[in-house]
């Protein structure tokens, strides 16, 4: 079993790539590259993650992060409520092992309170000292937050942080967000 979660892993870091940046959407081709889902012919199709999420939204008045872990996707909205560029987004699991309780991320409207740089790691996790890579961190609810990892699926399986691909981790970082920048994740 540790083989095959290992090989999924595998599989879903070398092949998951969630990056759609909405300025490219009318000149968007056909296969994204790096988005990739098997078909019947034993093909690779691309998987567009940002559609997922609205094109467009009521404008806040702000630039926002949606967080919906329903469809396992976020979304960066502009003040005006257009989607600027959105992708693959893991959050909180029903059920942590290691810490025998549900782990889900809270749902809610927060701020982000701190901004990360490249070397971020946990402190808690792995348990019991920490250490787990966190690139370009940017807390919102006390220990949760929005950080790059290595280990993005295409579902709910964190210890409560939202997880995106590194890539998309470091754009929100330095091209999007602040301290203050609104991040309103979803209810399952």
């Known amino acids: 079993m540790k083989r095959f979660a290992f090989v999924c892993s595998l599989v879903v870091t070398l092949c998951s790539c969630s990056t759609y940046q909405a300025s490219e959407a009318n000149s968007m ?104 890579p966190m690139p370009y961190c940017m807390f919102f609810n006390g220990n949760q937050g929005l950080h790059g990892s290595y280990n993005v699926v295409d579902g709910n399986v964190s210890h409560g942080c939202v997880r995106l691909h590194v890539d998309d981790a470091e754009w929100i970082r330095f091209n999007f967000a602040h301290i203050g920048t609104r991040v309103i994740v979803k209810s399952y």
């Open 29 to 132: 081709p056909a296969a994204i590259p790096g988005l990739h889902n098997h078909h019947a012919a034993g093909a690779v199709r691309p998987v567009n993650y940002a559609a997922r999420m609205p094109g467009s939204i009521t404008p806040m008045g702000e630039k926002v992060i949606i967080v919906n872990p329903n469809v396992h996707a976020f979304g960066a909205y502009d003040a005006e409520g257009n989607l600027v560029r959105g992708g693959l987004a893991t959050a909180g699991g029903n059920w942590c092992p290691d810490i025998h309780r549900r782990c889900h991320t809270r749902a809610g409207s927060f701020r982000i309170q701190s901004l990360g740089s490249a070397s971020c790691k946990s402190t808690i996790y792995p348990l019991p000292r920490g250490g787990a």
